[in-house]
Nanobody
């Protein structure tokens, strides 16, 4: 089992940047694929980015490709989401999630979730 805690959210102007972090407990972090999801008010939770256990396979939603970068540091039990060129439509609660095996793009594929961190982008 793994526990996840996100941090780094906040209020930023359009065009700005934020770096989210997700710290995981447990000694088997490197065995998990990790994903970032987001949920805007009144909308379903959606996939943002995923990374496999080693960082060798990465996948992004089309809406963030070229602006967001997912990475991980297994020595620090942490996964990151660097968000550049932020837009008002990026406003959401951002969640990190963990699963065994390769990364997935559906919420149902992930067994473990953090509590989320709010990202607000003003226009």
């Amino acid at each position: 089992q793994v526990q996840l805690v996100e941090s780094g959210g906040g209020l930023v102007q359009a065009g700005g940047y934020l770096r989210l972090s997700c710290a995981a407990s447990g000694r088997t972090f490197s065995s998990y694929a990790m994903g970032w999801f987001r949920q805007a008010p009144g909308k379903e939770r959606e996939f943002v980015a995923g990374i496999n256990w080693s960082g060798s396979r990465i996948y992004y939603a089309d809406s963030v490709k070229g602006r967001f970068t997912i990475s991980r540091d297994n020595a620090k039990n942490t996964v990151y989401l660097q968000m550049n060129s932020l837009k008002p439509e990026d406003t959401a609660v951002y969640y990190c999630a963990a699963r065994h095996g390769s990364y997935g793009v559906f919420t149902s594929e992930y067994a473990y979730w953090g509590q989320g961190t709010q990202v607000t982008v003003s226009s």
